[in-house]
């Protein structure tokens, strides 16, 4: 059993930053892949970053050249460094670990982007 805790979330202006940390509870280094996804009001979850055990990280769209995905491995963390946010970006952010043998979420923190 994998245990995902997210921290990081909060309001924020347009324009302004955050950084989503997703502490793991087992060795990331053999863990296939590690992922962020979010949820908006309404709307289905989708993934915005996501990183493969080779360390090749991709991202939806939406964020691309915003948003950077990376691996603590010392600390067992993943962490989603979110820029220049917008209105749209506002939605409850959940980590998601792929371990191949099963995949587990973290409870989600949420994320407004507000003016």
């Known amino acids: 059993q994998v245990q995902l805790v997210e921290s990081g979330g909060g309001l924020v202006q347009p324009g302004g930053s955050l950084r989503l940390t997703c502490a793991i509870s087992?060795?990331?280094?053999?863990?296939?892949?590690v992922a962020w996804y979010r949820q908006a009001p309404g709307r289905h979850r989708e993934v915005v970053a996501r990183i493969l055990e080779k360390n090749q990280p991709q991202y939806s769209g939406s964020v691309q050249g915003r948003f950077t995905i990376s691996r603590e491995i010392p600390q067992n963390t993943v962490s989603l460094q979110m820029n220049n946010l917008k209105l749209e970006d506002t939605a409850v952010y959940y980590c998601n670990v792929d371990t191949r043998q099963d995949v587990y979420w973290g409870q989600g923190t949420q994320v407004t982007v507000s003016s």
């Open positions: 087992q060795n990331i280094f053999d863990i296939y892949q």
